[in-house]
């Protein structure tokens, strides 16, 4: 099995290093934005248990678009 050496930061090119630096910032973002949303939100407009909630805003890109989308009550 032949293993994969991760790279460095200094081993991306520049082009690599923005995306890296723009989906990170996204992800922050989403994750922030629901966090807030979550804790300003009354338990009687979330789908089930907010400190589930949480905690799943912290999976990435789904977590916050699962909340967003499945987590609050229309």
Not at 23 to 44: F, G, I, K, Y
Not at 63 to 71: A, E, Q, T, W
């Amino acid at each position: 099995m032949k293993t994969i050496k991760a790279k460095k930061w200094s081993d991306l090119t520049p082009a690599q290093q923005r995306a890296v630096l723009t989906a990170a910032s996204v992800q922050l973002s989403l994750a922030a934005t629901a966090w807030v949303d979550l804790a300003r939100r009354p338990e009687s407009q979330v789908n089930g248990r907010k400190s589930l909630w949480a905690v799943g805003i912290g999976l990435n890109f789904l977590g916050p678009i699962l909340y967003f989308s499945r987590g609050i009550r229309r």
